[in-house]
């Protein structure tokens, strides 16, 4: 740690830069933290607790970071012809999905999302499974 801080010394406590502009001398004092970044994402998350009352911002950050590049390729011109399917626009396109499967679907994923086989189960409480199943991968 010290190795570092002696590395960044200069740039960790640089004196303020000094600028003449139009209006005057301008003095900027630099970031030498990611303060403003922190504070941008404490201010994103009291304002997420305001609008949807829960705590817990961690899924709709996962959820956001996840998405993030298939917002981004709708500006690709190819995916988003592939996405449209011969539609003129996305509302168009998601007219044409059906809300009863779409429904049966969900449910259906949710439904097996949380079950184990019996056999895994059998395996996982035995008090040697890990010795065991190293000694699978070891032979």
């Known amino acids: 740690m010290i190795n570092q801080i002696e590395k960044y010394w200069d740039k960790l406590f640089a004196e303020p830069i000094i600028v ?3 209006h005057g001398i301008v003095t900027i004092q630099h970031q030498s933290t990611n303060n ?36 981004k390729n709708l500006q690709n011109e190819d995916y988003l012809e592939l996405l449209l399917n011969g539609a003129s626009s996305l509302e168009q396109r998601f007219a044409q999905i059906d809300a009863k ?14 079950l184990v ?12 499974f890990v010795q065991d199943l190293s000694a699978t991968f070891v032979r």
């Open 20 to 22: 003449d502009t139009p």
């Open 36 to 71: 403003v970044l922190e504070r941008f994402f404490r201010d994103v998350k009291r304002g997420f607790r305001r609008k949807s009352g829960t705590n817990g911002l961690t899924k709709a950050l996962k959820a956001l970071l996840a998405e993030t590049p298939l917002v």
């Open 101 to 114: 499967t779409v429904r049966q679907e969900l449910l259906k994923s949710n439904s097996n999302q949380n």
């Open 117 to 128: 086989s019996p056999w895994i189960s059998h395996l996982i409480k035995k008090k040697n």
